[in-house]
């Protein structure tokens, strides 16, 4: 009789229980960890400043739309700035799983973030510097996505997460431009 193939990419459950009680000081991080957790920490608060800026933008623009649509359009930029303050948060947490400590000092704040804070302006130039952030971020945590691999899936996974909500919000100010200009630029 033929003898299974071993699956020798397992480990057995009594070198699991032993490594699992050494270095228990690192929290969440195991010797099974593939990343360079340095490496992990320095882009996870790129994310958390990027996310903090798009906080402030989207607030600054919630308090300060005008016009006859404003209220409407001020309640989406609210609630986009609770979902970056989400997916900030997310990141701020994986960073002290992976045993940093998130950087949420205004010093510096947009040096360390990939997208700018903006300005005023009309609601139409408000919600055109929303999706020139919103299309920055996807790009950027595409990049990311592609980095953290298989080499930190949790990472991986909480990233795709973010990027699906921040692609939901291009195309949901791609959807305000139209509204508000008439013409769509998607073919």
Known sequence: ????PENTFLTDVQTLR???????????LTPAYQGNVKT???????VVATELVCVLR??????SVEG?????????FATHAKEERAHMMWAAERIDQLGGIPNLSPEGLATRSASEY???GNLVEMVRQNLVAERLVIEHYRELIRYFADHDPTTRIMLEKILA?????????????VAHEGKPFLS
Do not use: F
């Not at 009789?1 to 299974?4: F, P, V």
């Not at 032993?18 to 969440?28: M, Y």
């Not at 006859?68 to 989406?76: D, G, H, R």
């Open 68 to 76: 006859i649509t404003s209220e409407s359009v001020a309640a989406e």
């Open 58 to 63: 989207y607030t600054m623009h919630s308090i």
């Open 18 to 28: 032993e490594r699992a009680r050494k270095s228990i000081e690192q929290g969440a």
């Open 118 to 120: 903006g300005q005023g």
């Open 165 to 177: 909500e921040e692609e939901e919000h291009a195309t949901d100010m791609h959807d305000l431009l």
């Open 40 to 46: 992990a920490i320095d882009l996870l608060q790129t």
């Open 1 to 4: 009789m033929a003898k299974a």
